[in-house]
């Protein structure tokens, strides 16, 4: 499919509904010259109460409509499809796929000094083992600490991320990792930098935060270039589609991307 791929060609994106446009909101700015294509699956959404098959046929839906829309390369810019889709699209389509798992993994077991990491995550995401089974693939020295955070979605998804009940439920949920020799936290989903600041505030002062959208996108911007495949066409564009029109994606989609919204086209993936 490289041969095939057209560098002015747009970017393709998905999540299932908002939290992927944190990831897009890095990309833009790690890949000023590029065109984007974001699809929030919200019919579907959310992916992490779904069971790993379904996930995986939204995720071939979606990837091809990408396809017909000629994107050169495809984001999985949720960590629920990232850990039980994107091996299962790789072997399907000859496109390249990205995921903001092991772009995340390869950076932390870059950066630690202390190897030891803490993941947080939604259930679907920490049940899977996704990014524990990838560690010991990587690095069997590495300890890894895994926390599900289930109520950090909807406490962003109501606004509230920067409100005392956000830092009493942080709070509540990392205070595991307080007095320990963690030095790195992987925000393993895609919401979540909406809490960076909140999470900052309740974790010890040398942990760094790593940030799936810019991970994935470094990725990206590496292969891009490496493969002659950066957009040289000064017409750029950020076309976003929806499977369904829930009120959330347009109240608070803007929050996400750091900008109002362009038109929001509603289609039925086949």
Known sequence: MISKSKPNAPIGIFDSGLGGLTVLKTLKNILPNESFIYLGDTANVPYGNKSDNTVIKCSKKILNF????????????????SSVAYQELKKTYDIPIFDVV?????????ISKTQKIC?????????????????????????????????????????WSNT???????????????NTEIDT???????YPIMSQTIKGVINKNIQLIFSGQTVGDTLHIYLKKNDLENTNKKRFIDFYVTDYPQKFNEIGSQFFGQ???????IDLK
């Open 66 to 81: 990408f396809i017909s829309k000629n994107t050169k390369a495809v984001v999985i810019a949720c960590n629920t499809a």
């Open 102 to 110: 092991s772009p995340s993994i390869n950076y932390a077991n870059k």
């Open 119 to 159: 993941v947080i995550g939604t259930n679907s995401t920490i049940n899977s083992n996704a990014y524990s089974n990838a560690f010991k693939k990587l690095n069997e020295k590495i300890s890894i600490v895994e926390i599900s955070c289930p109520l950090f979605v909807p406490i962003i998804e109501e606004g």
């Open 164 to 178: 005392n009940i956000a830092k009493l439920i942080t709070e509540k949920y990392l205070h595991t990792i307080k």
């Open 185 to 191: 936290l992987i925000l393993g989903c895609t919401h």
């Open 260 to 266: 109002k919204l362009n038109l929001i086209e509603c």
